[in-house]
């Protein structure tokens, strides 16, 4: 495809950043960026359970920022603790069932600071079911 102004005065070929040079004949390697997650320890999580359709309960984390915090990797260690699925659900952590203690424990365990601890529409039990 060829660019709007090709061929008239005012036509500027893309060049590369760091070089000068045109993107076709630059040599520089590809900029890679690494995110940098946020301390464990400067993160407040809040915890709590909810009772879904069809009497399912799950467990939500919330209070975390995806711009700081690899949810991924987070979400695939909770799941792996609980021996249950989850899901990323907006700027929450969802897990299947009644896991509101296992998840404090292993939150803390990895040095989240917790808030929290409630069962929404269902008796708190924390039995980890």
């Known amino acids: 495809m060829t660019r709007l102004f090709a061929g008239t005065p005012f036509d500027k070929p893309p060049t590369c950043g760091t070089c000068g040079q045109l993107e076709g ?6 900029a890679v960026t690494v995110p940098t997650w946020a301390e464990p ?4 999580v809040k915890l709590f359970e909810e009772k879904r359709k069809g009497n399912r309960f799950v467990t939500i984390v919330r209070g975390l920022s995806p711009e700081t915090t690899d949810f991924a990797a ?5 799941k792996n603790t609980c021996g249950a699925g989850g ?12 896991q509101l203690v ?12 917790i808030a929290g601890g409630k069962a929404k529409g269902g ?3 924390g039995t980890g079911r």
């Not at 320890?41 to 407040?44: A, D, G």
């Open 41 to 44: 320890r400067t993160q407040t």
């Open 25 to 30: 004949t630059c040599t520089c390697p590809p």
């Open 123 to 125: 008796p708190t039990s």
């Open 74 to 78: 987070l979400l695939t260690t909770l």
């Open 87 to 98: 899901s990323i659900e907006e700027h929450d952590l969802v897990i299947q069932g009644q």
């Open 102 to 113: 296992r998840l404090t424990d292993t939150l803390r365990q990895s040095g989240y600071r």
